[in-house]
């Protein structure tokens, strides 16, 4: 189906019943619909916002536009847990409703303050040529969960020297003032980003463009979130329009950091190593932090990317969010995990221990097709070894280890219904260590594989059959001693 831009800038009230009925039908008769993650109840989902703990429950908002799997008018959703694990739909946060974002509600973050919790996004605008007008809006949470918008916005005017492309404000607080950086693109269109700062969060102040190395590093930088971490300074952010390059950068769009010093907020300038990748999978892009009760760092993606068409738009929706994760630094490097509290969702366990010498080996128990499974390969001198999982008569999906190259690869090339294929079925990262450990979550059309606990992670939509279930380990050339955990989820 072709969209044409009034189906894309419809708002939801100007659906009838029967035509949202016959939308949640059609997604709810999806045979990949998730079991575990946060998705839409039918339309887009997209980048995660004013991901936040208050009030004793963590928040959880996203990009969402619901008459279809098209990035159409944007609305907030909003959704909350008391546990990282279980989440409850809560319904529309933000709704686009005037002048100042009148083409969508965008991405924005939150932080707590005098007892209620402040958004921080930004409103998208067109005028009548079409062209871009973006404003920084600001919305007010209470306890009791209501939100109200502030009328104007707090950031009216475009910084000379940059374009229109100026979203996604990611805010913190530091001593008695509050500070946000801002996705932006100069108007030679070149990305970057900027600082702004307020001692209420009503009235702000240009600082100006954040200093790095990374002169020329694509056309925009979307989606900036800078922290402290471990006496460091980290900023995630996701440049559009770099070139591939060896193993790096694969996607339409990536997802990365630069990690260093901290933020020098007087001088603007991150001293910093240069930018890593956050995923090496196929399917991860916007993600957002927060720092939870416990002092934990934690982040949440988008499980997919703009511009892609993925097998479930026929089915009226799109996308889901990651699971959180837990982030560290270990050797000069962003670590992610698997927050604890997904243990919850473990039920019954199966366990293995063998060696597997230059076979391919099935075991009682070991299928499924929304399960989580550690698997650790030791003593090995096979050339390579792995594990098939959502494995059938023509399909699977891989991940190995190539010893000679000391490269782990994810191959989705047989994972069953394609998707951007453009760029490639096949993600690979250097590993050189004498264990291998891969810690999977499956669901029904999604996996996230994190790599010597959380060294590298590969996230990925695949969209196999329904009888696709088995798990199969292998090496070839040589053996390896495999143990290995289950949990059906």
């Excluded at 270990?330 to 604890?340: A, D, E, F, G, T």
Aim: proline share 4%; net charge negative; with cysteine.
């Amino acid at each position: 189906m072709i969209w044409t831009k009034e189906q894309r800038y419809r708002r939801i009230e100007e659906a009838s019943q029967e035509e949202l009925l016959k939308l949640q039908l059609e997604v709810s008769d999806c045979k990949w619909r998730q079991t575990f993650h946060i998705q839409p109840e039918t339309g887009l989902l997209n980048d995660p916002n004013g991901f936040s703990y208050y009030n004793g429950e963590y928040h959880l908002f996203y990009q969402w536009f619901p008459l279809g799997p098209v990035h159409g008018l944007k609305y907030w959703y909003h959704t909350k847990s008391k546990d990282l694990v279980h989440w409850e739909n809560v319904g529309i946060g933000i709704e686009p409703t005037d002048d100042y974002d009148s083409h969508g509600a965008y991405s924005g973050s939150a932080i707590e303050h005098d007892g209620k919790l402040f958004l921080l996004y930004t409103g998208n605008t067109r005028d009548e040529n079409w062209e871009r007008h973006s404003y920084q809006r600001l919305a007010i949470m209470d306890k009791a969960g209501e939100i109200v918008k502030l009328e104007q916005p707090v950031i009216r005017d475009v910084p000379n020297g940059y374009t229109d492309h100026l979203r996604d404000p990611k805010i913190w607080k530091d001593g008695n003032k509050f500070y946000t950086v801002i996705g932006a693109q100069r108007e030679n269109k070149t990305g970057c980003v900027v600082l702004y700062s307020s001692t209420d969060l009503l009235n702000w102040k240009f600082e100006g463009e954040l200093k790095t190395n990374l002169k020329i590093f694509g056309y925009m930088w979307e989606c900036p979130d800078y922290f402290k971490l471990q006496d460091q300074g980290v900023l995630i952010f996701s440049p559009q329009g770099l070139e591939p390059k060896e193993d790096h950068f694969k996607n339409i769009y990536q997802s990365g950091y630069i990690l260093g010093d901290k933020l020098d907020l007087e001088k603007l300038t991150l001293t910093h190593a240069p930018f890593q990748e956050l995923d090496r999978g196929f399917d991860f892009y916007a993600p957002q932090t927060m720092m939870d009760a416990d002092g934990r760092r934690i982040l949440v993606g988008w499980m997919g990317l703009p511009e892609i068409d993925y097998p479930t738009d026929k089915n009226g929706w799109a996308h889901c969010l990651t699971l959180p994760r837990e982030l560290s630094i270990r050797n000069s490097k962003l670590i992610q995990q698997p927050v604890k509290e997904l243990q919850a969702l473990r039920k019954q366990q199966h366990e293995i221990k063998d060696v597997i010498h230059q076979e391919k080996k099935m075991y009682d128990a070991f299928t499924g097709t929304s399960f989580e499974m550690i698997c650790e390969f030791e003593n090995f001198d096979a050339k390579e070894f792995g594990v098939q999982f959502r494995a059938g008569d023509n399909e699977k999906t891989i991940i190995k280890y190539v010893a000679v190259q000391k490269k782990v690869i994810l191959d989705r090339t047989f994972s069953g219904e394609s998707v951007g294929d453009q760029y490639g079925t096949v993600r690979k990262c250097f590993i050189d260590e004498s264990k291998i450990k891969f810690h999977l979550f499956v669901d029904t059309s999604s996996v996230e594989i994190f790599i010597n606990d959380g060294e590298e992670v590969f996230t990925s939509r695949i969209f196999p059959k329904e009888d696709s279930k088995e798990i199969r380990f292998f090496t070839t050339g040589g053996k390896a001693l495999l143990h290995a955990t289950k949990w059906d989820l």
